[in-house]
């Protein structure tokens, strides 16, 4: 069984940095995607940043350039580094995986596996 666990979360000040982290676990023999996703008070989800299990990465126009998603294989760990942060950064942060395909940095690419999420407080 697939699981993902989100930590990192908290509260900063606009400006300040924090770093998410999501174990996956359950993954034994297939490659997989894993995209950060965030939803705002009063805001749909949308993706942050997604990586494949080689070198690609993509990120939302709003986020490019201020925050990194990066792995360690041997931890089954994926990050989100966030520098510069916005109060319009402020909301519940998911991990969520999928199995790998060519499309899976696609926007539009539907994940299948979810994290419990983890809060992330911009204030100004």
């Known amino acids: 069984q697939v699981q993902l666990v989100e930590s990192g979360g908290g509260s900063v000040q606009a400006g300040g940095s924090l770093r998410l982290a999501c174990v996956v676990s359950g993954y034994k023999y297939s490659p997989y995607c894993v995209g950060w996703f965030r939803q705002g008070p009063g805001k749909e989800r949308e993706g942050v940043a997604r990586i494949n299990s080689g070198v690609g990465m993509m990120y939302a126009e709003s986020v490019r350039g201020r925050f990194t998603i990066s792995k360690d294989n041997s931890k089954n760990t994926v990050y989100l580094q966030m520098n510069s942060l916005k109060p319009e950064d402020t909301g519940l942060y998911y991990c969520?995986?999928?199995?790998?395909?060519?499309?899976?940095?696609?926007?539009?690419?539907?994940?299948?596996?979810w994290g419990q999420g983890t809060q992330v407080t911009v204030s100004s």
């Open positions: 969520a995986a999928v199995p790998e395909h060519w499309r899976c940095l696609s926007p539009t690419y539907d994940y299948t596996y």
